[in-house]
């Protein structure tokens, strides 16, 4: 079963012309959902504002997902999205989310990252997407001077920060230039996968930080964002 969230987002500005209708967003990452397979399960979910991919699904899933919910696809790419078959698929999507720069969508403010931490040696055609701990601050310095307006963001990330949602192992632990930068933009939901083979349940789903919900969205969630005047 899809899992749901529904929380206040705090920009009265990304509601305007809606009606009060909360944005819902359709977020998955790692694993497939076989209840979305289902048209009435779809029925039940629609209308979708936006899928959001946080990574490891292959790219005719996250087509079949946009094309299902007639809604615009945005996604970083996780440690697993690579290869012949998987850039000869990402031709018929749109561009990933830019590493370290806002976009737009319907009065949202999207920031992403893609890439998971660095856990073998480089192969070309395998390891494209793992980020070295200095290639990720790198990343999230450049971005600083974007994300800093006063207007919240949306953070999605295959990678969570660290300490926060991940797990310790080398490969699934999260990264520091991502801790600080929560820290310091505050976003009021942040969007990751890529903990799915060591952390399961719904205790480990989601994790609050601050003003920051951090939620891993292996497999799917529905999140609904209210108005901030609603209670």
Known sequence: MTTRLRLTWPDAGAFAGR?????????VSDEVDPSLESEATRRGITP??????????????????????????????????????????????PDPLPDGRVVTEDGLRLLGFSGS??????????TEQQVSAGG???????????????????LVT?????GLNDAPDEAHRGFGALRWLVDRVRPPLWLHGHTALVRRGLDDRTVRHDGTLLVNVTGAVVIDLCPPHER
Do not use: K, Q, T
């Open 117 to 126: 931490p660095r856990y073998a040696p480089y192969l070309p055609g395998r």
């Open 19 to 27: 009606g009060g209708r909360p944005i819902r967003l359709l977020a």
């Open 158 to 162: 295959h990678a969570a920060p660290r």
């Open 136 to 154: 990720m601050w790198w990343r999230v310095l450049r971005a600083l001077p974007g994300a800093l307006p006063a207007r919240p963001l949306l």
């Open 48 to 93: 979708v504002d936006a899928v959001i991919g946080c990574g490891d699904l292959e790219p005719p899933y996250l087509g079949f997902l946009a094309d299902a919910f007639g809604a615009p696809l945005h996604y970083v790419r996780g440690n697993h999205d690579v290869g012949r078959s998987w850039a000869e698929g990402e031709r018929e999507l």
